[in-house]
């Protein structure tokens, strides 16, 4: 059986929807389509680039995820703080060492951009915040005047996955034409554009299948894969600044979507509980990774046992 699958972001805690994808495997159950935020959008990649759910697997339990936070000495230095690095850079980290890691593992499997994939095999969601618009990539780089299918497939992951204030943004640079009033003629302008983690407008966009699917005489079911986790409605400890703001984005990411599964798509969704790890915990205690994994082989197991079109 074939379904499109939606996975939603949840930065470490992505670890168990690794396990998710193995118990669908084991239930006879196939990819026709992926789509996903964040960490999300890393699962859907690797399963869009043919890494099955026992590759995942091995790939989470060799990969150190604390190697990912990256930067420049300098920026550990008591004078130049890791606080002046993002008033400068806008992140703690750079993002180049997670973009790299995908990047390897994209090129294992012969793919580099979108193009080397099926059309619409995967999207990716991610936030422009110069202009305050959600992106689907990568049909919505068209906006920047690139082709999507020359689009990185690593990059547009990237994009999804820059937790604000805690990577990198992504900087798309792009020209625009401008009348010049004066002589009536257009000039193209340089812009550019912050690209972040998805999660910022959509954090579980369960429904970027719904319209391609409606009128189909035999649709494809979309099935989403959720995080969720004991410490979801606990309140969050502010002790300054940075602490803050990754409560707001957490708060965001949890409440962005949750009417719309509570409303239309409850029946379809596999609820994964993350064990208390928090989105941006990267340096998990020893044996976490395991359970995580198993937390979602489990509750993808329940879920498609009783599943029905």
């Known amino acids: 059986m ?4 939606v996975f939603e972001g949840g930065g ?24 996903g935020t964040s960490s999300g959008a890393i699962i859907a990649a690797l399963i869009a680039a043919n890494y099955s759910g026992l590759d995942i697997k091995r790939i989470v339990e060799t990969t150190p995820f604390s190697s990912f936070l990256k930067r420049s000495f300098i920026f550990n230095m008591k004078v130049i703080s890791p606080a002046l690095r993002l008033l400068i850079k806008k992140g703690l980290y750079s993002g180049e060492a997670l973009e790299y890691w995908i990047s390897r593992l994209m090129e294992a499997k012969g793919i580099q951009t979108f193009g080397d994939l099926p059309d619409c095999k995967l999207r990716i969601v991610a936030s422009d915040i110069t202009n305050g618009r959600l992106l689907v990539l990568p049909e919505d780089i068209k906006i920047y005047g690139m082709d999507p ?48 983690d998805g999660g ?27 995080m969720v986790g004991k410490n979801d409605n606990e309140p969050h400890e502010i002790r300054g600044p940075l602490s803050m703001l990754e409560a707001i984005f957490e708060t965001m990411m949890q409440a962005h979507d949750e009417r719309y599964i509570k409303k239309y798509a409850r029946e379809r969704t596999v ?39």
Request: no cysteine.
């Open 2 to 5: 074939k379904i499109n699958a």
């Open 12 to 35: 470490v805690k992505g670890i168990s929807l690794a396990g998710a994808v193995r118990a669908a495997e084991m239930q006879g159950i196939g990819f026709e389509r992926v789509a």
């Open 149 to 196: 299918k020359k689009l990185s497939v690593a990059r547009a992951v990237r994009m999804s996955a820059s937790i604000p204030y805690f990577f990198d943004p992504v900087v798309v640079r792009y020209s625009k034409l401008h009348s010049l009033t004066n002589k009536g003629k257009e000039k193209p302008q340089l812009h550019q554009a912050y690209i972040v």
């Open 200 to 226: 910022l407008l959509s954090n579980f966009p369960l429904w970027l299948f719904d319209q391609e699917q409606a009128g189909r005489t035999n649709p494809v079911p979309t099935v989403g894969f959720q």
């Open 271 to 309: 609820k994964i509980p993350t064990l208390g790890v928090r989105t941006t915990q990267f340096h998990l205690p020893e044996g976490m990774a395991e359970k995580l994994f198993k937390s979602g082989f489990q509750a993808a197991n329940q879920f498609f046992e009783g599943f029905r079109q």
